[in-house]
């Protein structure tokens, strides 16, 4: 059986929103907005799919629109075909539609004309417009389902595709023209003709699309794949409250959980483990992981920590774990060392990010940037990798540490000779310099609206060695950094 | 001065004041192979920046961790120094620390087998520490790189003061102190 939604898109969003005026979707292609899907009202307005969009306004002044979303429109169409899977369990996507294989589901709904029914009063109930075509074959019931409707009996099919056009094969659109060019309009037309003359001029393509319609060629059904669930639960028969009935179910549960992600290729990167007590009340855990990781072991003495505070009432009856979120992590060759290097430092990056947050575990990694303050940028540690030795740019003497500039008196070029900061005085014993800094023309930064700074090493006679500045175009002195 | 292990015993927790405190840390870190975690409060404004920070040890191997509040320097410390995946962790602590942290975390240490440096402010560190050190750059016409260490705590050992230079082209550290100038001679530096 094959099933066609002529408006998905534009019902899709009627549905949330319902309108009754005409209403169309539009899209960009190739620098014009043309018309995407519309609803029926505006096609008795003489609107037509692909239409520019100024030309549909012209013709039609109350259009109202928006914009399409082809993939919320895939999504939709996933939905339907999860629901399709009540009348069949072998569903596939086609395209604006779904193709259903209902060889021996039929008469749970008391025959195909049941079904039909069926079908037909829930997706009406549901807004949607379809037209639903049912034959022996995958490429017949696509014919009927466009270019007709009905149900094609067994061994009925030449009937009811004989009078069709020959673009309900399946075929593209030049072929089709090149055939009604030579007076070949109807499917029968087609069949009429011999093989060896159609394949010389078309290829073998249109025989092969005949053949299938027709029944001589298999085409199956490749159903959907289910999407993994990367989540495991353990129902108990008597309620638990011990630390380590917890840990050992987790341990039980995170097996199960990684030998599906061992399966899959995949290493999970935030976990949630939900344990449900029998007043129904349920508490969770969550952990962050610093990489994606399936080892049990490992993962499990993660939760530790939290399992310890957890609160188990008056008993926990069903304990989950969840993957919520998963990241490709491939095999690997396992080697003598045992644990990977790295292993343990990742793992305390998830404990400690767990209680302070992940994203304040930082690295810094070089930047391409004259300004000190964005020479560098700062990546989470969790997802990131160190910078290669080397990679760092070598510049003048650069300060140990750096702050947030400090004003200090001062409005002329030359260093000053004594000056308080943090509330010290210090006297300039040598001054080296100045090293002469240009904010960064094509960039707005608030921090250097004062212009050119020029940076001067400042050596005390008290000790302290600093990274002081002067902006000339807004004379000021500022302190940046130390050296020590 | 680190080679041996002489004075900053691994496996302990160590205290370090005065306004050369990053620099020691960092001298530290540059003699230890392996990760470095460092701690430090997220309201400090003062950051490591690391191109300077390469003149005494490869940034990359820094881990910074930024914690909310003091109370999260110092789990985060433990936690660190306990775990043993890092083989130096400095923390940079604001507030004094009592002698039950300081214990703790000399134990973390120990247990770890890791280096723990803690940057305190002047005059708040806790008795538990196995070495107090005071650091401050010194001002010489000659040299521009000099600092004095001064060992001001020490369980297992003698007190002490060094003038040292940090020679960026061999990494390490150059003890430039004459013998008439050791801490507690007339003429030491103050």
């Not at chain 2, 985060?76 to 004094?96: F, M, Q, T, Y």
């Amino acid at each position: 059986m094959s099933l066609w939604f002529p408006r998905l898109a534009s019902e899709r969003v009627l549905r949330a929103r319902p309108i009754d005026a005409p209403f169309a979707l539009t899209q960009t292609q190739s620098n014009t907005q043309r018309i995407y899907c519309l609803n029926e009202q505006a096609e008795q307005q003489g609107l037509r799919k692909g239409m520019g969009f100024s030309d549909a306004r012209a013709l039609c002044p109350d259009l109202q629109t928006g914009l399409a979303n082809p993939r919320e429109d895939t999504r939709f169409i996933q939905t339907l075909a999860r629901w399709t899977g009540r009348y069949c369990p072998w569903v596939g996507v086609d395209e604006d539609g779904l193709v259903l294989d209902v060889t021996g589901s039929t008469h749970l709904w008391g025959g195909e004309a049941g079904m039909l029914d069926d079908l037909h009063a829930r997706l009406d109930r549901a807004g949607l417009t379809h037209k639903a075509g049912m034959a022996d074959t995958r490429g017949a019931a696509w014919a009927l389902a466009r270019f007709g409707g009905g149900v094609a009996a067994e061994g009925e099919m030449l009937q009811h595709l004989g009078p069709l056009s020959v673009a309900a094969l399946r075929i593209s659109d030049e072929v089709c023209n090149a055939l009604q060019r030579l007076g070949v309009r109807s499917i029968q037309d087609l069949v009429a003709l011999p093989r060896v003359t159609v394949s010389r001029r078309f290829g073998p393509d249109l025989l092969l699309r005949l053949d299938q319609a027709l029944g001589e060629h298999p085409e199956p059904v490749s159903p959907q794949a289910d999407p993994v669930n990367f989540a495991v639960r353990m129902t108990l028969p008597e309620p638990i409250g011990l630390a380590g009935d917890v840990s050992a179910g987790l341990e039980r549960l995170l097996e199960r959980l990684c030998l599906t992600l061992t399966d899959q290729q995949m290493g999970a990167r935030r976990l949630e483990f939900t344990a449900r007590r029998v007043d129904q009340a349920s508490s969770q855990i969550e952990v962050c992981l610093a990489r994606p990781m399936r080892d049990p072991i490992r993962i499990a003495a993660l939760f530790a920590r939290g399992i310890e505070g957890l609160d188990a009432g008056y008993g926990i009856d069903q304990i989950r774990v969840e993957a919520v979120e998963v990241e490709t992590l491939p095999l690997r060759q396992a080697t003598h060392h045992g644990a990977q290097e790295g292993d343990s430092l990742a793992d305390l990056i998830t404990r400690i990010g767990n209680r302070i947050g992940l994203e304040s575990i930082t690295r810094c990694l070089p930047a391409d940037s004259h300004i000190p303050e964005k020479s560098f940028t700062v990546s989470l540690a969790a997802y990131s990798q160190p910078a290669a030795q080397g990679a760092w740019p070598s510049t003048g003497p650069r300060p140990v540490y750096i702050f947030p500039p400090e004003s200090i008196a001062g409005y002329a070029p030359e260093p000053p000779r004594r000056f308080h900061w943090r509330r010290m005085s210090f006297v300039t014993a040598r001054a080296v310099g100045p090293e002469r800094i240009a904010p960064e023309w094509w960039l707005d930064d608030p921090a250097w609206r004062s212009g050119l700074r020029d940076y001067w090493r400042i050596y005390t006679r008290e000790g302290r060695r600093l990274w002081l500045f002067f902006t000339p175009q807004n004379p000021g002195w500022f302190v940046q950094g130390e050296f020590a | 001065m680190f080679e041996n292990n002489q004075h900053l015993r691994i496996k302990r927790a160590h205290e370090v004041c005065g306004p050369a405190a990053r620099s020691f840390a960092l001298i530290a870190c540059g003699a230890q192979k392996g990760a470095v975690i460092w701690i430090s409060e997220r309201k400090n404004p003062e950051q490591l920046f690391p191109a300077g920070v390469a003149r005494f040890c490869d940034p990359a191997r820094i881990i910074f961790a930024n914690a909310k509040s003091s109370i999260d320097v110092l789990w985060s410390a433990e936690e660190a120094l306990r775990s043993g995946a890092a083989s130096i962790v400095v923390a940079e602590v604001e507030k004094p620390m009592s002698l039950t942290a300081g214990r703790r975390l000399q134990l973390a240490a120990e247990a770890g087998k890791t280096l723990g440096l803690f940057l305190i402010p002047e005059g708040m560190g806790s008795n538990a520490a196995e070495t107090r050190w005071r650091c401050s750059p010194q001002f010489d016409a000659k040299d521009s790189t000099l600092l004095y260490w001064q060992l001001i705590k020490n369980k297992s050992g003698t007190l002490g003061g060094w003038v040292v230079r940090w020679d960026e082209q061999a990494r390490r550290v150059i003890v430039v102190s004459k013998v008439g100038e050791r801490a507690g001679s007339a003429r030491a530096p103050d």
